[in-house]
């Protein structure tokens, strides 16, 4: 059975068509530059959400996904591609009081992308085949997006893949998790910043020369990343509510180009009860400086910090959170018509921690708590802690709060061997990447050799 009701897609930058779903998913960006976002949130009833507790996370996904999907494919269909998708574990880890980990580190590559581009993987998939087309996915990674990106996609068919990383800021483990693929997964090392990489790709995209490849992007400016990653927000507010006991949630979210942090904002448009979304930096903190003073500065070129997954000085998503609060925002950063800035404070606290309060972080939890975090996790504790010292009469045992430890601490352990002494054991997903052979290419930080990269391989 098909699903009625079709949603519509339209670009922040005010300039293209309306598109449904499975368009909006093979494009990645809309031709005028903006990004896709539904024209209307779709809204579940409290009793709805109520009814999650129980529920598996891919049930959960399904009924979270199908408003966005509606009338574009078969219930079955998506019932399948959840379940598949979602095979792991999702921990969530007691802290102290209602205080709570949640750790999406737990899929093949051991970092929360993996909700997001195995889904997204699956479901292009599935559009690609019944329509009979190919896809040139570009993609940019400061690490973490790559690996789970060539790790959902390799070997699909109908897909081909380049992956650009900047050299110095991924570490060995997430280059492997890229290089020793092959089959339909190429990968290019650039001596630049994540913020040139993700330039070219921009620049490939709007070059028609480059129409015929049919080029796409999996980057979390790919609204089929950002579906997928509303539903664990639910699912944490479903493990965790109280029965007879209505609560709000305090979310703290680890944040670079805010996919992440993106649905949470879908997740709190859509009903589920949240206090507020606590969005951490690192030290890139455009974010925090624009939320108080409502002035956009980006950050060129982005700062180098520990939490290097995070290191965005400019994020792509910025546009859609000023979208969806009454703003225009083009892909420069430029503001076309500011954000509701009263309302984005009612939802988001956003704070800037230094790698000295990172580390500082990662060692308390450790001693305190026995809790082990990696440089991104930390980042988003130290932001639950940041807030509450802000708020203190939210400080307090019966205030539920989750914050999202966001990769494996084994894929940062030469940090954690050194902050606390400990070797993280290896998830089973990364064991054995050293001994596979790498192979990649590189390139220099330059439009015309890159181009001239797509139209030869591919
Ligand atoms: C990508 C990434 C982030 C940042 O997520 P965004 O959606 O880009 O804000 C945080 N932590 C880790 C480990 C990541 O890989």
Avoid at 55 to 64: G, L, P
Avoid at 236 to 246: G, K, Q, V, W, Y
Wanted: aromatic fraction near 8%; proline fraction near 5%.
């Amino acid at each position: 059975m098909v699903m009625e009701h079709s949603l519509r897609y339209y670009s922040t930058n005010l300039n293209s068509e309306k598109v449904t779903f499975s368009q909006a998913l093979l494009k990645g960006q809309a031709p005028d530059r903006g990004l896709y976002l539904p024209e209307s949130v779709p809204l579940l009833s409290v009793e709805t959400i109520l009814g999650f507790t129980g529920k598996r996370y891919d049930e959960i996904a399904f009924e979270v996904a199908r408003h966005y999907l509606a009338g574009e494919i078969e219930e079955d269909e998506l019932r399948r591609i959840v379940i598949d998708a979602y095979d792991f574990e999702i921990p969530i880890q007691h802290v102290c009081a209602r205080k709570f980990v949640m750790r999406l580190d737990q899929g093949p590559t051991a970092s929360f992308k993996d909700f997001a581009a195995r889904m997204m993987g699956r479901l292009m998939q599935y559009y690609l085949k019944q329509e009979n087309k190919k896809l040139l996915i570009l993609t940019a990674t400061s690490g973490d997006t790559g690996s789970a990106v060539a790790n959902a996609f390799y070997g699909l068919d109908n897909i081909e893949l380049v992956v650009l990383f900047p050299r110095a800021e991924v570490t060995e483990r997430q280059r492997k998790q890229m290089t020793t693929l092959g089959k339909n997964v190429r990968v290019l090392a650039l001596d630049a910043k994540f913020d040139d990489c993700q330039s070219l790709v921009k620049q490939a995209f709007a070059d028609p020369e480059l129409e015929t490849l049919g080029l796409s992007s999996a980057n979390s400016i790919n609204i089929g990343r950002l579906i997928p990653q509303i539903v664990y927000y639910f699912y944490a507010f479903s493990m965790l509510r109280m029965d007879n006991h209505p609560e709000k949630i305090i979310f703290s979210v680890p944040s670079g180009n805010f996919g992440d942090m993106m649905g949470g904002i879908l997740a709190m448009k859509m009903g589920l009860p949240v206090r507020k979304l606590v969005i951490a930096t690192n030290g890139n903190d455009e974010f925090p400086n624009f939320l108080y003073s409502g002035k956009y500065d980006k950050i060129e070129p982005s700062r180098n910090c520990i939490s290097s997954a995070m290191n965005v000085g400019h994020p792509s998503n910025l546009a859609r959170v000023v979208a969806l609060n009454g703003g225009m925002m083009d892909e420069r950063g430029i503001i076309h018509q500011p954000a509701d800035m009263e309302l984005l404070r009612k939802e988001l606290f956003s704070v800037s921690i230094s790698d000295q309060q990172t580390k500082d972080t990662i060692c308390k939890a450790y001693q305190t708590y026995k809790l082990v975090l990696e440089p991104h996790g930390a980042v988003g504790w130290a932001g639950l802690m940041e807030y509450l010292k802000a708020n203190p009469a939210l400080d307090r045992d019966d205030q539920l709060c989750v914050s999202l430890e966001t990769a494996h601490p084994a894929k940062f352990s030469e940090e954690i061997q050194r902050l606390l002494g400990i070797i993280p054991p290896l998830p089973k997903s990364l064991e054995g990447l050293d001994d596979k052979p790498e192979n990649y290419g590189t390139l220099p930080n330059n439009y015309q050799d890159f181009k001239d990269y797509l139209l030869k391989e591919l």
